[in-house]
């Protein structure tokens, strides 16, 4: 069935606007949405203000909402929603998907959200509607997730009536764009596997009721290996050798004219068949991301019939999320099966780094994930406080996205939340590399998905410490644009620094401060702009009196998360710098004192290997 | 039957590239712009994908093959480090004392990431006190069996260390039954000259006494091994290809002459003060015609906490250079030759022929070893009269029940050892693989449990040393610090330094790269405007 979807934005009055989305298509249309708000970077969707979501909406967590496209009237054949904009709010733009709940199928423009800007400095991700641009495609994104059906239309369609958008006003548009949905019935392909009694060579049979022609993408195993190989010939009939990687046969029409079939006829040595079906050029049926496996029987020669596939054209309501995480399973294999080819193909490094990244990133995942249960079974005896914060403390977040703790966030509404986002700062052949951008960057973006709502440890400013401290390299303490190189330096409002906690120190001692340096990392981290955490441990220990004296400096000068920071001095045993043009300090063997210029310096803390000053 | 089409025009394209190489597939368009979508879905899990099948059929699995090689050895020649096999050791809980596996999870995950590494396999620690706890000759086997089927899953290989001994974190002892009977017997546990017992481990002077209702230690460590070649029958050879014998405290071959963690701590102490090695000791003083010697031990040889030249019996001319000390530390020290002999006949003959590799581990006592008289390995049963190589009886031992050597303390260097402990590490273990070369003996090699500062280039540095070929390396142990970032990066770049993983092979990747996309998007292109 071919229909069109038309997106309409009409004004009503002077800031009340209205944005209506339509299908022609029978089905049960879900229009699935969010917003962007002014001053929001990246393509995160957000909630709409209340007043935006039409009667019968669903929130979907806290970024989307889903509206059902209702008949204008019975007989119509237009579905559609209706949603009102008031342009007084600080609504930046309207994003949305269209699903059918019917099939599941989601409907994406260019392979993207559809996104209508309502102010003129929306970024353009080539995504946008009303803009200047037409429209080139609109494809629709199947999420076969229980494995039901599985079908994919790339349609491509082209409208003439982009409209333009002027920079100060928003303009009324109608765009409309073709669709069409694929409905096929319920269609089979049935596998049979025997063996021969006389060759005992091994038989496969494929059949299928599909209709159109069918081409069987296969190759054979060997070996106990599930890499494709190419059997010796003879081949079925219209065979085809595929770039040396495997072969292809079509299949024969049945002379019913209502499907086709082909026999494939194997040595008797080889344990099995793998086959992926070609549909057409963009259509391709696979047992959910795997190749279909035929395993051939080895001691027995009955007969086994595989039920290989049901395919039906109608989809019941299908979960994204379990859709989401088949994708993901199937990315593991992908690697895998690269990671086999690769190996195979000594000579073709492409993507070798592709791989590498990939595997190493999953390795990652995996020993954070390990990490997080080792740790919470490990028993800690030292209770820990952060001084002066009431909040929340989010152990290890690496590995969960930072909106679900947004989400967490919204809902309990602590004063203050931090998480600890760790993992390993970046090293070359042992040595800590100067530049932790990537570190620290990591770090932010995990603040980020958080909305900013929560801070996080500036574990990079830990580890950048760690190595200025304990090898004498405190050149390492600025960064090339002569700011601290730790979160600190990029988002001081969210960064929470500390030198230790229950994990890398105390009784776990995971990731220790160089032993007698504490100090000057207190010295440090109570100077400077960000929050600083110091570490139960460290307040019940000879420290305490120095801690308390730089905790009550920091108070004095009134010191804040935000106070700027100018380093004057980052040497190879020295570090220096002035805080809000108050307090001055300096950490590390070399020498450094105050310019005596108009201020007048004091010292107010001092101790092994660091100094504090402040103006009187 | 599930199946499912690659709808979602994300992931098709970037399936069309990873899979034009395994499939040759063209699909969608080579757009790099895309391959992001495939990097910003990064979560994942692992999850075997089966296919429903009616009853009359073959039950198919996507399974996915064990050998795919990841992050494997470019394929030079290979070096003496890359023919290294690493093993990491699984955490000593893994299996409680009531035989549940413990953070099956994390070690899951654990596995899977060594696996996707190219680690080896791991090692699993079995603990007498948990298979046999309850009464003799009743042996549970249920959690261990279940960590070897994950692990047979996984992928990986095995190495299982039968410990016969106790441990004091996490706290497991020996079997019930054991410490009940030692209750009533308490000459079975190796005790000090203060009547101090040690219990987790029992003495060298039972070993063959049948102190274990009616049976000798020995015949219950050789039911223990029978009963264990029967219960993982399905994995040796295959899965299982090396086990360690418990040979004494911690599983190390020495008396337990240090039980205090004092720092830095004294030379240890002499063990054999037991009702067992006091009558063996007096019956060998008799038949030397020294019946006075055989009254106990030393009488001037320092107490735990103190300082090896404290009292005379260490220093230079001391007692133990004298013919009283040479008497009896030959005594006691062969005892533990002898004991190494039983325990490791027990495995061979247990395990000869099951296509699994037999080992027994030695401790690296190198506190004090720039002392002459090197008190740390005399209290700990390590001697030879005149001077003679202290490893080389030991090695011999080895050499003939045809079992591996494993030498912890791979990863200490001299210059890490405090000046006080007058300790060399490098040097000591430099003397016992001088004595394994001698006497054929193969050297695995393990580090120390604590982490260390240097570690991972002192045992790369230890495993390059091409005069003893160590071939075979087990890093200690899995758990939380492991895994904790820092140290976990650290190890990632250790095992991808043994595998010579060249970072360079990322540069030159770049180059066919072009040629790769620029073929994918040819065709792609078309084909999206022919659909």
Known sequence: AEGKIYVRLKKVKENDWELSVGCSLPGKWILHWGVSYVGDTGSEWDQPPEDMRPPGSLAIKDYAIETPLEKLSEGDSFHEVTINLNLESSVAALNFVLKDEETGAWYQHKGRDFKVPLLDDVPDDGNLIGAKKGFELLSLEYLGALGKLSNIIVKQGKSSSGSTKERKGLEEFYEEMPISKHVSGDNSVSVTARKCPETSKNIVSIETDLPGDVTVHWGVCKNGSKKWEIPAEPYPEETFLFKNKALRTRLQRKDSGDGSFGLFSLDEKLEGLCFVLKLNENTWLNNRGEDFYVPFLTSTSLPVETEAAQVSGKTPKTNQEVSESGFTDEIITEIRNLAIDISSHKNQKTNVKEVHINILQEIEKLAAEAYSIFRSTTPTFTPEKEVGYDGWRLDFVRGFWGGYVKDYMDASKPYFAVGEYWDSLSYTYGEMDYNQDAHRQRIVDWINATSGAAGAFDVTTKGILHAALQKCEYWRLSDPKGKPPGVVGWWPSRAVTFIENHDTGSTQGHWRFPGGKEMQGYAYILTHPGTPAVFFDHIYSDYRSEIASLLSLRNRQKLHCRSEVNIVKSERDVYAAIIDEKVAMKIGPGHYEPPSGSQNWSVAVEGRDYKVWETS | ?531
């Open chain 2, 1 to 531: 039957m599930e199946v499912s089409v690659i709808g979602n025009p994300q992931a098709k394209i970037c399936r069309a590239e990873l899979s034009f190489r395994e499939l040759g597939f063209r699909l969608g368009s080579g757009e790099s712009r895309n391959k992001v979508c495939f990097l910003t879905h990064q979560s994942s899990k692992w999850k075997e994908i089966r296919i429903r099948c009616s009853p009359r059929s073959v039950k198919c699995e996507a399974i996915v093959s064990d050998q795919a090689p990841f992050l494997k050895p470019t394929p030079n020649p290979r070096s003496q480090l890359e023919s290294v096999k690493l093993f990491v050791g699984l955490p000593l809980d893994t299996v409680s004392d009531c035989n549940n596996v413990n953070h099956m999870k994390a070690i899951t995950a654990g596995l899977k990431a060594l696996k996707l590494l190219g680690v080896e396999g791991v090692e699993l620690p079995v603990f007498w006190g948990v298979v046999e706890r309850e009464a003799a000759g009743k042996y549970e086997w249920s959690g261990y069996l279940a960590v070897a089927e994950i692990v047979k899953k996984v992928g990986l290989k095995l190495q299982v260390s039968l410990s016969f001994h106790g441990s004091k974190d996490p706290e497991i002892g020996l079997p019930d039954w054991v410490a009940k009977i030692g209750e009533g017997e308490p000459g079975m546990y190796f005790t000090d000259r203060y009547g101090k017992q040690y219990k987790d481990c029992l003495s060298f002077g039972v070993d063959d006494v049948p102190v274990l209702d009616g049976k000798t230690p020995m015949e219950v460590y050789g039911g223990f091994c029978e009963s264990f070649k029967s219960a993982f029958s399905d994995y040796m050879g295959n899965t299982i290809t090396g086990i360690t014998l418990g040979m004494g405290p911690d599983g190390e071959l020495r008396y337990p002459s240090h039980q205090h963690e004092t720092k830095p701590s004294g030379a240890g102490e002499f063990q054999c003060y037991d009702k067992h090695m006091l009558s063996a000791l007096k019956h060998y003083a008799e038949s030397s015609g020294n019946p006075l010697w055989g009254l106990g031990g030393p009488h001037d040889a320092p107490a735990y906490d103190q300082q090896p030249h404290s009292t005379s019996f260490f220093s230079d001319g001391g007692s133990w250079e004298s013919q009283y000390g040479d008497f009896f530390l030959t005594w006691y020290s062969s005892l533990l030759t002898s004991h190494a002999d039983r325990v490791l006949s027990v495995a061979s003959s247990a395990f000869g022929g099951s296509g699994v590799s037999v080992s027994g581990k030695l401790p690296l006592l190198h506190q004090w070893n720039k002392l002459r008289s090197q008190p740390s390995e005399l209290t700990a049963g390590f001697y030879s009269s005149n001077g003679h190589d202290r490893y080389e009886a030991i090695a011999e031992i080895f050499a003939k029940n045809s079992c591996r050597m494993i030498i912890p303390g791979m990863d200490l260097s001299d210059e890490h050892q405090s000046l006080a402990s007058l300790s060399s590490p490098e040097s000591l273990l430099g003397n016992i693989k001088t004595s394994c070369k001698k006497q054929g003996v193969v050297v695995s090699g393990q580090n120390s449990s604590a982490s260390v500062p240097g570690g991972f280039e002192r045992i790369v540095e230890n495993l390059k040393d091409e005069s003893v070929g160590i071939d075979l390396f087990t890093y200690q142990r899995m758990g939380a610090l492991f895994f904790s970032p820092e140290h976990f990066h650290a190890f990632t770049v250790f095992v991808r330094n043994m595998n010579q993983v060249e970072l360079s092979s990322y540069d030159q990747a770049g180059e066919d790269e072009a040629q790769t996309v620029s073929l994918g998007s040819g065709t792609g292109a078309h084909s999206l405007q022919t659909a």
